[in-house]
């Protein structure tokens, strides 16, 4: 069985600070997908990135970076100079080939979600 | 295009109604899912069909009607739904190697 955990519930921050989310994951696969996801109050999920087990290298996009740790089965996710736009609940996601009657399948499974609330 | 478009965004149904979801992608995938998402909490799969066929049912009642008449399309049929059922519907689509994996903006229903 796979599980993500997200053990911040919220965070606030001041704009301009850095903040970091932490996702931690389980799996018994050696072949896996980790994803970070933004929900704004709108309700859509936005996608951030996709990482795949193979892969350790960090990435950074903008102001987002992300720090994928085999070692320690994290992905975590850190936003730079914060703005209020990033208010948002952020989900990590763990995707593992799962059987069904079509074939393999991939699942993803989310982390609760962090509420982060950026104000002015 | 690389959408995956719901339909409607809002529907408020009584418990006796019925109704439907729409999903559509046209980005070539043969995977496509159903996940349900209550208020603060994460979405949760309901069902996945991989080349037009149901390949997981996660246990899901069968008030939950799905179907994917082609490649396309996947609908979601709704029949004597409970006011707990109220939810946003969200559907995502991907490769079957499970690259690509893209949610619509979902469908907020509320069930009176």
């Known amino acids: 069985a796979q599980k993500v955990t997200q053990a911040q519930t919220e965070i606030s921050v001041v704009e301009k600070e850095d903040v970091t989310l932490d996702c931690v994951y389980e799996t018994r696969d050696t072949t896996y997908y980790l994803f970070w996801y933004k929900q704004p109050p709108s309700g859509e999920l936005v996608f951030l990135i996709r990482?795949?087990?193979?892969?350790?290298q960090n990435e950074i996009s903008g102001r987002y970076s992300w720090n994928f740790q085999k070692s320690t089965s994290s992905f975590n996710f850190t936003i730079t100079a914060s703005q209020v736009v990033d208010s948002a609940v952020y989900f990590c996601?763990?995707?593992?080939?799962?059987?069904?009657?079509?074939?393999?399948?991939?699942?993803?499974?989310f982390g609760k979600g962090t509420l982060l609330t950026v104000n002015p | 295009d690389t959408e995956v478009t719901q339909t409607p965004k809002h529907l408020v149904m009584g418990m006796t109604n019925k109704k439907s979801l729409k999903c559509e992608q046209h980005m070539g995938h043969r995977a496509m899912y159903w996940y349900k998402q209550k208020a603060k909490k994460p979405p949760e799969l309901m069902f996945v069909y991989s080349y037009e066929k149901l390949s997981i049912n996660e246990s899901v009642p069968s008030r939950f009607s799905p179907e994917c008449p082609n490649s396309s399309l996947l609908n979601l049929h709704l029949h004597a739904l409970q006011p707990e059922d109220s939810a946003l519907y969200l559907c995502?689509?991907?490769?079957?190697?499970?690259?690509?994996?893209?949610f619509g903006s979902g469908t907020r229903l509320t069930v009176v």
């Open positions: 995502a689509s991907s490769q079957v190697t499970g690259y690509g994996y893209t």
């Open positions: 990482r795949n087990s193979f892969d350790e």
């Open positions: 996601a763990l995707s593992e080939a799962r059987e069904g009657s079509g074939g393999s399948n991939y699942k993803l499974t």
